[in-house]
């Protein structure tokens, strides 16, 4: 079955780099959207970007500067990096799979990981 | 950016009650609209997909509406397990969110 998987750091100082894995399993990342969603307190939830199944990239103008989203598709993994973080980045962060006939619908979400941006 | 707002932030209802929650977008959105519940603790599931498609496995209680700018969800029959907060999102133009309808029982 499709399963989503976040791991991330858990704390990370201002001012670094937030490094984000998400493994999948149940299907290739080369035939579906993967879409990275935040939700914090301050703004509640956000569609961050997605990483289609060619492998492109869009992004929320909101992150654009800094953030990236890629993947290994030999290791099923996806994978998002946002520099610059600021205390308001402090949130739970998703992966999601499209759904089976649109990539405008997130049909399957990881657990999410809780990132807190603090020194 | 288009705006999604939802109503109300949170509401009381009791079992069996047939429940409306509401959505409004800052501009048309031509029926490209999705609903989510999200359980404390556990991350938001697709409940409804392009305003009125139930997804595969949701209860037939659930339905959706609307058009335009105006969207809503309704709950025939509040069953206990209902308890979650419900947030809308639009596709017309990218992504965004409502801040969100907390369920309570009454």
């Known amino acids: 079955q499709v399963q989503l998987k976040e791991t991330g750091p858990g704390l990370v100082q201002p001012t670094q780099t937030l490094s984000i894995t998400c493994t999948v399993s149940g299907f290739s990342l080369t035939s579906y959207y993967m879409q990275w969603v935040r939700q914090t307190p301050g703004k509640g939830l956000e569609w961050m970007g997605f990483?289609?199944?060619?492998?492109?990239?869009e992004y929320n103008s909101e992150f654009k500067s800094r953030l990236s989203i890629s993947r290994d598709t030999s290791k099923n993994q996806v994978f998002l990096k946002m520099n610059s973080l600021k205390t308001e980045d402090t949130g739970v962060y998703y992966c999601?799979?499209?759904?089976?006939?649109?990539?405008?619908?997130?049909?399957?979400w990881g657990q999410g990981t809780l990132v807190t941006v603090s020194s | 950016d288009i705006q999604m707002t939802q109503s109300p932030s949170l509401l009381s209802a009791s079992v069996g009650d047939r429940v409306t929650l509401s959505c409004k977008a800052s501009?048309?959105?031509?029926?490209?609209l999705n609903w989510y519940q999200q359980k404390l603790g556990e991350a938001p599931k697709l409940l409804i997909y392009y305003t009125n498609s139930l997804q595969t496995g949701i209860p037939s209680r659930f339905s959706g509406s609307g058009s335009g700018t105006d969207y809503t969800l309704t709950i025939s029959s509040l069953q206990p397990e209902d308890v979650a907060t419900y947030f809308c999102q639009q596709y017309n133009s990218w992504y965004t969110f409502g801040a969100g309808t907390k369920l309570e029982l009454k």
């Open positions: 990483i289609r199944s060619g492998g492109s990239t």
């Open positions: 999601a799979r499209e759904g089976d006939s649109s990539p405008n619908w997130f049909a399957y």
């Open positions: 501009q048309n959105i031509y029926k490209y």
